[in-house]
């Protein structure tokens, strides 16, 4: 089994940036789709970014594309989530994920097998 810890979290100002860390134990993930999603208060979870290793793919959500970037150090068996100019529309609890296999349709939905606990990022204005 594959545990998760992210890392990274904190407050910001309005246009900082940040970098967020997931750090899994267990087997090695060097082979796994990660990706990183968020929930804000009262909101329902959504898709941040995501690498898919079968094709090698990296995904965004508009609202983070050209902002956010994922990135993986296999070597240190840890995934990234360089967050630039940040807004406060992006205070939310960030989690990362990892699945074996999954679809473009299941990483974007969330379905993943392996959860991290979260870390919270508040953006002020």
């Known amino acids: 089994q594959v545990q998760l810890v992210e890392s990274g979290g904190g407050l910001v100002q309005a246009g900082g940036s940040l970098r967020l860390s997931c750090a899994a134990s267990g087997r090695t993930f060097s082979r796994y789709t990660l990706g990183w999603f968020r929930q804000a208060p009262g909101k329902e979870r959504e898709f941040v970014a995501g690498?898919?290793?079968?094709?090698?793919?990296?995904y965004y959500a508009d609202s983070v594309k050209g902002r956010f970037t994922i990135s993986r150090d296999n070597a240190k068996n840890t995934v990234y989530l360089q967050m630039n100019n940040l807004k406060p529309e992006d205070t939310a609890v960030y989690y990362c994920a990892a699945d074996s296999r999954v679809t473009i349709t299941e990483l974007k939905r969330g379905d993943m097998d392996y959860w991290g606990k979260g870390t919270l990022v508040t953006v002020s204005s």
């Open positions: 690498f898919r290793w079968s094709d090698g793919n990296t």
